[in-house]
């Protein structure tokens, strides 16, 4: 028969093993629990944070990573030109610039003139400088038989504007190259070149007029004495 000393160190013996068990118990619940929110994430779940399937949160890039070409819901901007009125912009410019850089000794200023303020808009700094050569210049012109014939090519646009607040319309500024080669009693004296900024202003429709002409720096010679050279 067990004395009550052996009895006490039993019952202490047993609530320690019942112990144990309580604490791996909990353990294995713990370890459980974590487990089931770990394959919750994995299994692809959207949480509160997630991004929408098929993208991300933050833009609408395809799925290629470049910008959506997708426009439903936003009315597309239009253009300030045409590619055809741009090209009638341009014709403008190099028609004027041509005309004047093309003279022969035998023009008579006011009929040489006339064509080229056509394609201005009237502003008085063109009529000024849409002119022939004159004095000392022309004379020496005249004696030697002179004569110029202009080409131009638009190098690139500088500027492309609607104003919309002064309701100023439509300008396009754009470098134009112009060569200018000269002669003499037939014969070929110089050839010089140039870059113009020249501007040009809608007045209706895709037709434009000359409304300004500065020259961009220097040319290969240098800057002309004559009219538009």
């Known amino acids: 028969m067990e004395s009550p000393a052996e009895n006490k160190r039993t019952a202490a013996l047993a609530l320690a093993i019942l112990g144990l068990l309580m604490v791996g118990a909990l353990v294995v619940l713990t370890l459980f629990d974590g487990d089931d929110d770990t394959s919750d994430d994995a299994s692809g779940n959207p949480s509160a944070t997630s991004a929408p399937p098929g993208g991300s949160s933050g833009g609408s890039a395809g799925g290629d990573g470049k910008p959506s070409d997708n426009t439903s819901g936003a009315g597309a901007v239009k253009p300030i030109l045409t590619q055809a009125e741009a090209d009638a912009a341009h014709k403008v410019m190099t028609d004027y610039m041509v005309g004047l850089n093309t003279y022969a000794h035998t023009d ?3 009929a040489w003139a006339a064509p080229l303020l056509a394609l201005t808009t009237g502003d008085p700094q063109l009529k000024q400088d849409t002119a022939l050569p004159t004095g000392k210049v022309w004379d020496t012109c005249v004696a030697a038989k002179c004569a110029s014939r202009g080409t131009a090519v638009v190098a690139r646009d500088a ?17 134009v190259e112009v060569t ?15 870059s113009w900024l020249v501007t040009v202003q809608g007045v209706g429709g895709d037709s434009w007029r000359v409304s300004s002409v500065s020259i961009f720096g220097l040319g290969n010679v ?7 050279g």
């Open 108 to 110: 008579k200023s006011a």
């Open 159 to 175: 500027m492309v504007a609607d104003d919309l607040v002064r309701d100023g319309g439509r300008t396009v500024s754009s470098l």
């Open 180 to 194: 200018a080669a000269r002669s003499e009693n037939g014969r070929n004296t110089v050839s010089e070149t140039n």
């Open 222 to 228: 240098g800057a002309s004495d004559q009219a538009g």
